[in-house]
């Protein structure tokens, strides 16, 4: 009996960074899977019931150089060697990786030992691992094919952003909705959005009279959640059906993560778009722009976004019902079908080149 490759999955943190990495596990059933994150996150929820999870505590640089810069190195370095005894000790053949802070550290890991690397880089702006580190990957997977530009010298290729196999299903809500109105998805990312909800909550009102229901999804620090009542609006700080609330809703109102796009996309979700102002690169404006100009989205800043500006946007759009129906139709000329499988082919393509060498 032939026995199983054995691959690390680099993935920690958001769900833009998990669930394109859960994705790309479940086309590769055969191979035996270890996963990789950092403590206290959000992997440590969604991963052991699947995977076996090792952690190693790594953190970004942050703010001005100084005494946390050299501490924030030490880590990393410490970091590679820890991992590096992983990759050992578990005879790991293929390193594949969602960027992140724990990408950086595995990538010189794997390196070091001549282990191949695909790293898929999901925003339209790379992050600085995916530039600094791309060119020692095997492939460089791209979630939006005009990225390549900001990688010379790495192997790109682009193959959308990978999301759950359940997105391509239709998946039944246990929420208790009516049927007969438009559904409003409001959802700030995997850690919910503060400032989104503080916009939002002012307008629920006014929503839920113009005929629409809404599901508020706050996240699990807003002190505010559960302020406002009725029967046509739910607030709840997570829920993990989000395959089948977006298949069923009429309009989200969303940040701007790329995995959170790539869900829009697939189900053909239009979306009114508010991107974090503070992401990396401002990389979540530059995502949106590409749902804009596709008429997928309308997307505004959040410093110019006022609750009576968001109100009347949303309420000009249930009112055309037909907008909204183009804006799906063009959020699905955006989803790429089958990326998870074009990821894990480059995965099975960098097993069988590290053979033959």
Not at 116 to 132: D, L, R, T
Not at 146 to 154: E, I, K, N, R, V
Not at 283 to 289: D, E, I, K, S
Not at 304 to 312: I, Q, V, Y
């Amino acid at each position: 009996m032939t026995e199983s490759v054995s691959l690390l999955m680099a993935a920690s943190g958001t769900g833009g960074h998990l669930f394109p990495a859960l994705a790309l596990a479940q086309q590769l059933p055969d191979y035996r899977i270890i996963w990789l994150g950092t403590p206290d996150r959000l992997e440590q929820k969604l991963v052991p019931q699947d995977y076996p999870l090792h952690t190693v505590a790594v953190g970004g640089f942050q703010g001005k150089p100084g005494l946390q810069t050299l501490k924030t190195a030490w880590g990393l370095l410490a970091a590679v060697f820890q991992i590096r005894r992983l990759l050992r000790q578990e005879k790991i053949q293929v390193v594949c990786t969602t960027g992140g802070y724990i990408a950086g550290p595995t990538i010189l890991a794997a390196k070091s030992l001549g282990i191949p690397v695909v790293f898929h880089e999901s925003n339209f702006i790379p992050g600085k691992v995916a530039i600094w580190f791309g060119r020692w990957c095997y492939r460089v997977a791209l979630g939006f094919a005009d990225s390549a530009g900001y990688l010379p010298g790495a192997r790109t290729q682009w193959v959308g952003t990978p999301v759950r196999a359940q997105f391509y299903q239709p998946q039944p809500l246990d929420l208790d909705l009516d049927p007969q109105r438009p559904l409003i998805v409001v959802v700030g990312g995997s850690q919910g959005a503060l400032a989104v909800n503080q916009l939002v909550r002012p307008c629920v009102e006014a929503w839920v009279k113009a005929g629409a229901e809404i599901v508020h999804l706050t996240g699990t620090q807003d002190p505010e959640a559960g302020s406002f009542r009725h029967p046509h609006y739910l607030s709840l700080p997570f829920y993990d059906n989000m395959a089948g609330l977006l298949q069923r809703g009429a309009l989200a109102v969303s940040r701007a993560g790329a995995g959170t796009l790539t869900e829009l996309a697939v189900t053909a979700t239009p979306a009114l778009l508010i991107p974090y102002p503070f992401a990396a690169e401002d990389h979540q404006t530059l995502n949106a722009q590409v749902f804009v100009q596709a008429g997928a989205a309308l997307a505004f800043p959040q410093a110019e976004l006022t609750p009576a500006r968001l109100e009347r946007q949303v309420l000009d759009l249930l009112q055309s019902p037909e907008h909204l129906e183009t804006m799906g139709r063009q959020a699905k000329t955006l989803a790429a079908l089958d990326s998870a499988e074009r990821l894990a082919q480059i995965a099975r393509e960098a097993v069988g080149q590290s053979m033959q060498s």
